[in-house]
């Protein structure tokens, strides 16, 4: 798959210490959910295990959904949630979203003490925290609970300012400009 | 791979009109490569075909080389270049930084004429741009050839404000904090 103009040798990092990383990606731009997503693609190339938990996700068909069956045996993922608690059109009260939430840190725990996985990928927590679908004290207790080398993937707006402290490394994703403003429809493969 | 919690039915979302949308993913963050591998994965389970040109990859290797081998005929990548032009260490001169990515634009103007590929995703465009590896005029031409229907996910530092100007969604992802500003190597997985 490579061109004349690729490197003639493949080096290879081998970090002298392996560590597993809390990362943050909030903001309101494109690319949160995506860029967890790319790491779990690559976590795949490394012969590392995935577990995805979508915090939100609801009812609306995600291409992620039947991508990641194409990965094989190394990514588990988990859909769970009502869709957006609060937004215009969605039906379901609050008191449902939070139990579906709680539903969903459970599932969290479940997985991060079975210790198969070498990433987590916890989708739109940060937004369930902020809607208060969660509470900070269940945020942080998983985060003092996650085992040494499991990294562990927190998406969504609107991240805690005690998360962002508590992680190694952070992104904010901010929106210069989307295409839904000019009233394009979201795009299969692109917005979903 | 759903629990209790999930939907009972799933919606599927069908744009009414289809459009090849031009996004552009910069910004000194973590996670513009990592956010263009996630729409790959996307699109795979829309079954949209994607073609991955890496400007400056280097010979440095990447989890996702291996990674979107699992994706299967739906996914192509090529990475050229010789590393990071100008940073600390890089052997490689001026000259050859620019002809492997002249060769990676020829190789983007093949692959938009053949028709094949529903999403191009062209790796650390912007930086090649801004370190005058190839032309603002050049990509422009590029932008003016893309097919109606054809999604272009350019990323890397310092995108260039006509480029921003041309693009659809934008996004900026900037750096809050990253993990190697505390001496934490780079870890497979989550950084390469």
Redesign the interface.
């Known amino acids: 798959?490579?061109?004349?103009?690729?490197?003639?040798?493949?080096?290879?990092?081998h970090?002298?210490?392996?560590?597993g990383?809390v990362?943050?990606?909030t903001?309101d731009?494109?690319?949160?959910?995506?860029?967890?997503?790319?790491?779990?693609?690559?976590?795949?190339?490394?012969g590392?295990r995935s577990c995805i938990i979508q915090f939100m996700k609801?009812?609306?068909?995600?291409?992620?959904?039947?991508?990641?069956k194409?990965?094989?045996d190394?990514v588990?993922?988990?859909?769970?949630?009502?869709?957006f608690c609060g937004i215009q059109g969605n039906p379901y009260p609050y008191e449902e979203h939070r139990?579906?939430a709680q539903?969903?840190i459970d599932?969290v725990l479940e997985k991060m003490a079975g210790g198969q996985f070498?990433?987590l990928i916890l989708d739109e927590i940060n937004n369930a925290l902020h809607l208060n679908l969660i509470d900070l004290e269940q945020v942080i207790d998983l985060l003092d609970r996650k085992p040494p080398l499991l990294?562990l993937v927190l998406t969504g707006h609107n991240a805690h300012p005690t998360i962002?402290e508590r992680?190694?490394?952070?992104?904010?994703?901010?929106?210069?400009?989307?295409?839904f403003r000019?009233g394009?429809?979201?795009?299969?493969?692109?917005d979903?």
């Open positions: 798959m490579t061109r004349g103009t690729a490197p003639d040798k493949i080096d290879h990092l970090p002298e210490k392996r560590q990383l990362v943050v990606l903001g731009g494109k690319g949160k959910t995506s860029s967890a997503l790319g790491m779990v693609l690559r976590a795949c190339g490394h590392l609801g009812d609306l068909y995600a291409g992620e959904w039947d991508g990641i194409r990965l094989g190394l588990e993922l988990h859909h769970t949630g009502k869709g139990a579906n539903d969903a599932l070498d990433l990294h962002i992680a190694d490394t952070v992104s904010e994703i901010r929106e210069i400009k989307h295409a000019r394009i429809e979201p795009q299969p493969g692109i979903y």
